[in-house]
């Protein structure tokens, strides 16, 4: 079954496709998280024929919610609206961020900031597909 990741970001949205038979998880890149932003995950969900949705959410690291888990709460309520036959899971990203910018240290420092997103979202879907 393929599957999304998102990590959810106020200017930008993380992308990653995986497959739960395949056990892997691939950056698909970024999007602007603007206007257009669900309908652009609409297309790119027809377009992967995604089954699941595993979206971040940012916990705080003794593991509370803050503002943010809030505002990703709002967004996946946005996106079941748009997407009523998909699952949504939320997934607690802590530290996922931290393992991306590990991953990219060798790149130049223009190049790890386009991909960091991208790869948080791999990192997400990686520990998801782990786990089930």
Do not use: C, H
């Amino acid at each position: 079954m393929k599957i999304l990741s998102i990590d959810f970001g106020l200017k930008r949205v993380g992308l990653a496709v995986g497959d739960t038979d395949l056990k892997i998880a691939v950056p698909k890149g970024t999007i602007p998280n603007d206007e257009r932003l669900i309908d652009k995950l609409k297309k790119i969900v027809e377009e992967n024929k995604v089954k699941k949705i595993v979206l971040g959410l940012p916990l705080t690291p003794s593991g509370k919610e803050g503002q943010r888990a809030k505002l990703v709460r709002e967004f996946a309520q946005n996106l079941k609206s748009s997407l009523p036959e998909i699952e949504i899971v939320l997934w607690d990203e802590r530290y996922t961020t931290m393992e991306a910018q590990n991953r990219l240290k060798e790149l130049p420092y223009k190049k790890r900031k386009e991909m960091i997103d991208a790869v948080s979202a791999q990192v997400i879907l990686e520990e998801f597909l782990m786990s089930s």
